[in-house]
């Protein structure tokens, strides 16, 4: 294996780790936090994009579906963090294919 092969190689898994790593710690920090009194209080002023985000999360979507947490924002942000591994899996997947 050439070096420049090698590492890309390296890097690639460090990447991978970093953002693998990230997504435990914080889904971690979620369980912890979820079902104390250490959830964050979300300002729910009377604008428009408070009442477009209060709608997004009182959707079924994040309080039925997709619901390991009881605070519908950590459901929010576990699929929207999942959403973005799955493209840039996708992407990695990608270029090493376009590579060979």
Known sequence: MPRTEKSTYLNRVKRWLIIIGTFVIVQLIFML?????LKPNINDSGNLFARIG?????SRL????IAPYSFSFFNMF????????LILAI???YSII???
């Open 78 to 85: 576990l699929t929207v963090h999942l959403a973005v591994i």
């Open 54 to 58: 209060r709608g997004i999360l009182e």
């Open 62 to 65: 994040f309080t039925e579906w």
């Open 91 to 93: 992407c990695e997947i």
């Open 98 to 100: 376009k590579k060979k």
């Open 33 to 37: 936090v979820d079902g104390s009194s």
